[in-house]
């Protein structure tokens, strides 16, 4: 059995049902506590939980890198919200350089189990620096585990697991689609990080779309399939480490690639998509790889401007139509 | 002579000549000869140097006034200017030395780089491009224009070439087949699946091959009598309306009567009587009544014609090794049976004989073909141009017949009328066709 519910109602569900379960857990962060987060994805947790487990911090994103890195260490498993992705680079410094590096550099079995959470996305008018990216950023750091789930069901499941993973998580949840409905399973359930899930069947093209971009890439699948083009979506979940099987036996099966994200194309994770599948599945690839993403520019505040730069299910059908027409 | 040796040049440069001056000497395999100068002047400029061979046609040197040094033809209009002077080799290569008139070429270090990348010679692509400053963008406009770059290097997806190679096709062969430069999966699965079907048809083909063309024995032309029957029944099967109609005589009377007259007409007569002269004897004395059969069709007419005939000539169709004759038993319905036979036998070895006078196989109204000699149980002939009607004669065969309720052996004939239902009557061809019948199964009445 499963409900309808908003990707919204999933995370203040995990977040409720891991706290519950586990003592070591626990939440804080910028309006996280009193206003139950800016969008109401930690409602009524403080009050269920108390202020010990649940509360609100300054403005200090340094400090929340640093101590959440403290806790984990420290053997709790703490969920920290840094509001805005954007500003992921302010405590960047102690994921990059302590929550990724710890396991490798002690080398014994020492983890970071601790989960930042943080928005992204585009198109609500919110400038520069309210709705970048950020997955490019920390893609180049092993040992960050990044996430970026697309559906209910999957947020739900996802935050779960990334709260019991015992490395440190990057859960970047797209504040466009907090509205989003999609079935959820009525009985307890996690999604295992690190699996690509191929979110639609198709054998004459493959797309290839993270968080955001998925339901962006089914429309545009949708649309094709009324030209007869049948395409797969495949939504790998995890962005690091990338679970390439399905993707490679997804191009075996249609020989056509196109990637989708939200951040702009020039060195991000459809770019590094496509570089693998070239590299492991070239002679199975019929036709150029076509990335779609933003251009490379900030984002625009002016919003005739802001709609150019989000990229639609037309940029993606167009992608795909040039691909097979080469 | 195609080609000769520049021996010497009695002449330099600059030196004048007159008419009927030698003015250079040159070899061929056969004989050493001279060359003099046609008019007077100056021997302007040697183009072919002594010791050159060229071809005949090349432009040896210029002679002229000292005025016209000027105006002589430079070696690139040489080329292009004037198709009929070909030029050997060595005399390109003097000459050209000789005249450096062409500007000088100068080319960017970048486009030096680019042309050389390409194996392509900037004073060429500075030529050809017309510019004196040879830049990168002339050598790619060079190239192009050259076809060098013209795309016609066919280039194959990664999956195309790996299906190709699985298939063991080539991406080139493909490319050429679909006139495409790029080869997709979708071009070689096409390729691969045409090919197999080719193949399958010339599988076919083979296996076919022995049995599709027959051989040719012999070559007939058709000449003579044989001509005239093609060129007859190709009338007759383009333009007539030709339709038959059968009858079936009961020919025991007239069998048992040819049996018993045999040997008395043979004694008196000197001939057999035939059943081929009965029939004309029927013929003629019925068609009287059926003037549309005894006729001849014009068609070139406007209106068409039709003639009727006063005279019967019954045409009998005679099977010589040289063809269907069809000579003429004129006047047939004033003969006897008895002299109809006569005629008949004489006309068929005369016919078989070649003998036959020009006017003895013309002038038919009607004509009889009696194939039944050959055992024929149904024939219809064809009418002979420009009558209107043929009597097939079939053979005579010994059936069950009915007399008097009861079932008795009898001899039966069928008679085929053939007509030209263009003008004769449908009813009119079946009561000639009765009533000749009718004659046949009465002989006695023939015999007067």
Known sequence: MSTEQTVRESLNQALHEELDRDESVFLYGEDVGDYGGLYKISEGLKDKFGEQRVFDTPLAETSLGGTAVGAALAGARPVVEIMYADFLPIASDHLINYAAKMYFNYGDETSVPLVVRAMYGTGDGHGLHHGQSPEAWFMNIPGLKIVMPSTSRDYKGLLKSAIRDDDPVIFLENKMKYDSRGPVPDDEYTVPLCESDIKRTGSDATIVAIGGMVNTAIEAAENLSEKGLECEVVDPRTVSPLDMDPILESVKKTNVLVVAQEAPTFGGFGSEVASQVIDDAFFYLDAPVKRVGAPFTPIPFAENLEEMYVQTASDIEDAVLDAINT | ?448
């Open chain 2, 1 to 448: 002579m195609e080609e000769g040796l520049i021996h010497e040049w009695v002449v330099d440069e600059g030196e004048s000549v007159s008419v009927g001056d030698t003015v250079l000497i040159f070899e061929t395999e056969k004989t050493t000869a001279e060359i003099d100068a046609e008019e007077d002047g100056v021997l302007l400029r040697k183009v072919v140097e002594a010791g050159a061979t060229v071809t005949i046609g090349t432009t040896l040197g210029y002679i002229g006034s000292e005025s016209e040094a000027n105006d002589i033809p430079t070696e690139s209009d040489e080329d292009t200017g004037n198709g009929d002077e070909r030029t050997s080799r060595s005399a390109t290569d003097d000459s050209e030395e000789a005249t450096p008139v062409q500007p000088e070429i100068r080319a960017t270090p970048s486009a030096r780089q680019t042309a050389r990348e390409y194996g392509v010679d900037v004073t060429a692509v500075g030529r050809a491009v017309d510019v004196q400053q040879v830049r990168p963008k002339h050598v790619e406009q060079f190239l192009n224009e050259s076809g060098a770059l013209d795309g016609s290097e066919v280039r194959g997806s990664p999956a195309a070439r790996r299906i190709a190679e699985d298939n063991d096709v080539e991406i080139s062969e493909i490319g050429e087949a679909f006139e495409t430069d790029r080869v997709r999966m979708a071009d070689v699965d096409e390729y691969v699946e045409q090919i197999a079907v080719s193949e399958r048809d010339e599988q076919v083909a083979d296996e076919l091959d022995q049995s599709r063309e027959p051989t040719v024995r012999e070559t007939i032309p058709i000449t003579g009598g044989k001509k005239v029957m093609f060129d007859r029944m190709q009338t007759v099967s383009s333009t007539y309306g030709s339709t038959t109609t059968v009858a079936r005589a009961d020919v025991t009377e007239l069998m048992d009567l040819l049996g018993s007259i045999k040997e008395p007409w043979r004694e008196h007569n000197g001939v057999s009587p035939s059943l081929t002269a009965f029939v004309i004897r029927a013929v003629a004395d019925e068609i009287g009544a059926y003037d549309v059969l005894n006729a001849a069709v014009d068609d070139s007419k406007s209106p068409p014609e039709v003639r009727t005939f006063e005279d019967v000539n019954i045409g009998i169709a005679v099977d010589t090794d040289h063809g269907l004759l069809v000579p003429t038993v004129y006047d047939a319905d004033e003969s006897t049976v008895s002299k109809l036979s006569e005629r008949v036998a004489s006309l068929a070895t005369q016919a078989r004989e070649q003998s036959l006078a020009y006017e003895q196989q013309q002038n038919g109204t009607f004509t009889v073909s009696n194939a039944g000699t050959f055992g024929a149980y149904i024939n219809t002939p064809q009418i002979n141009p420009p009558q209107t009607g043929i009597l097939g004669v079939c053979t005579v065969n010994e059936e069950p017949g009915i007399v008097d309720g009861e079932i008795i052996p009898r001899k039966f004939v069928h008679l085929t009328l053939t007509y030209d239902h263009r003008v004769v009557e449908g009813g009119t061809a079946v009561s000639f066709l009765q009533d000749v019948k009718g004659r046949l199964e009465e002989p006695q009445s023939l015999l007067s």
